[in-house]
């Protein structure tokens, strides 16, 4: 089987190849390494094998190991399954010790060697994020909110392995020298809650704050506003707030490469919707631990017994924030979610688009409108979206500037219909603006939520 480890799987520049075709390679040798003096990350092979190909964005191996070709459904199923909230696999063979191990004087040193990156899909260099001490009073929150609806995870890692994360936690506490930790988490993820409550029993250092239960209550800014109190502008970083957020995967990929010297060759992720197994008409999602980087979303597809029914779109990451994927697509560092998703409704009426800086942008609702047949009447962005460091970002994420004014403007520009990316509060207001107009919404997220038994977006309470 071969395996494609693609050469950005992160915010900064491509690592550049240092292995040639022909060669053999080890699990976790280096592939490709971080440009000196620049912002990047190191890439390394999930499987022992053959580069058989050096390409200008990936590197290809060759797998020699015939046990990653066989099911991940394993023992471990039933042993994670019973009495946690969340199904859960670990791919098979991951536990296992056979990797080059990764070398480093120090906390920061083994970070940036493993190769760690923002595993929460923003895939900023860990190394970097860390290597700025906070001034008196630093605080390092650690990022369980897991807000994307679905993704299931970082709330199984922490039901079955909190100490992993706080390991990772305190290492990451050491490097920018903050006084004190806290995880942010939603207070419904009440196994999470508790089995981080017994691992923190006799500790002083770290302690638990709830988030609302919205979307986004995961974005870095309002992690900081709701632990802070404090209201960072849309190209201010947490770092200005005394703050450093951390995702909790990130965490526990930091206490492998210090406790274990493990770099980073294998991803958690979610899955849900029209996967064959029976785990997923049970339940709707498992959290997979441990896929191997640079694998075939088909071959995870197939080991979940491939998909039920016709498939309108396969989505890498949440419902939110994913992009459409392909069978073909590999694994990368930031794919946490793959999401079978039904096919698209027909759109009957002229859709007007309106798009969230946290959600479904301009680009992905057109993309929608396309797949679901319907005519764009007009595009508008929510008010509160704002340009910034080249993207788009919300100034206050999750708090409805109000939305008549923008549903008003594409109903005059003839939209009978509704196509949003919005957040949950946003998405309220919508509705009962829509409502009056007797306008139908639609939402970018309906089809992973509806195939994967999970409530729409529409009436959540904040
Ligand atoms: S306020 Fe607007 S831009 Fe911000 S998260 Fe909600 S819909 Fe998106």
């Known amino acids: 089987m071969i395996y494609r480890f693609m050469l950005t799987q992160h915010i900064g520049h491509p690592a550049v190849p240092c292995v040639k075709a022909g ?27 053959e580069v058989c190909a050096v390409e200008d964005l990936f590197v290809e191996v060759e797998a020699d190991e015939k046990r990653c070709e066989t099911g991940f459904f394993g023992a471990d199923f039933d042993r994670a399954g ?68 679905a993704l299931r995870h970082n709330t199984a890692l922490l039901e079955l392995e909190p100490e992993r994360a706080l390991c990772g936690m305190r290492h990451a506490m050491a490097a920018v020298k903050a006084a004190e930790g806290v995880i942010a988490i939603k207070e419904k993820r009440a196994r999470a809650v508790a089995a981080l409550r017994g691992a923190l029993a006799s500790s ?16 870095e800014r309002a992690v900081v506003r709701e632990v802070r109190g404090m209201l960072l502008g849309p ?15 990130t965490a526990a990929r930091i206490a492998d490469a210090v406790e274990k010297r493990k770099p980073v060759i294998s991803k958690d992720m979610t899955l849900a919707g029209q996967y064959r197994a029976k785990v997923f008409s049970d339940r709707g999602s498992a959290a997979l631990f441990d896929a191997p980087l640079g694998i075939a979303v088909g071959s995870i597809i197939e080991r979940a017994g491939g998909l039920s029914a016709d498939c309108g779109e396969l989505i890498a990451g949440g419902p939110f924030t994913g992009k459409p994927a392909r069978e073909d697509s590999p694994v990368t ?37 396309a797949k679901m047949g319907g005519e764009t009447a007009g595009l508008e962005h929510c008010k509160q979206s704002l340009p910034a460091r080249g993207a788009r970002k919300c100034e ?47 939402h970018s997220t309906d089809g992973v939520l509806r195939t994967a038994g999970e409530g729409l977006i529409r009436w959540r309470k904040s």
């Open 204 to 219: 002083s250092d770290i302690s638990i704050r709830f988030l609302p239960d919205i979307y986004p209550s995961g974005e």
């Open 396 to 442: 206050n994420p999750g708090k409805c500037p109000g939305q008549a004014e923008k549903v008003l403007s594409l109903y005059r520009q003839g939209a009978r219909a509704l196509l949003i990316g919005s957040c949950g509060d946003c998405t309220n207001t919508v509705m009962t603006v829509a409502d009056r107009l007797s306008m139908s919404v639609y």
């Open 82 to 149: 019973i009495g946690v909230l969340t199904s859960s696999f670990r791919w098979e063979g991951s536990g296992e010790s056979d990797y080059v191990p990764i070398k480093g004087n120090s906390v920061l040193e083994l970070i940036e060697e493993a190769g760690i990156v923002g595993a929460g899909g923003a895939g900023f260099p860990t190394a970097a994020k860390l290597s700025r001490p906070l001034g008196p009073g630093g605080l390092l929150i650690l990022n369980a909110a897991e807000c994307e609806p």
């Open 333 to 369: 560092k930031l794919t946490g979610g793959l999401l079978a998703a039904m096919p698209f409704l027909c759109a009957r009426e002229k859709l007007g688009l309106l798009a969230c800086a946290c959600g479904a942008g301009q680009e992905r609702l057109m993309d929608i409108a």
């Open 23 to 49: 060669q053999t390679v080890l699990r976790g040798q280096r592939l490709a390494v971080k440009p000196n003096g620049k912002l990047g990350a190191h890439i390394h092979s999930s499987v022992k094998g």
């Open 235 to 249: 190209d201010q970083l947490p770092w200005e707030a005394g703050c450093v957020v951390l995702n909790t995967e």
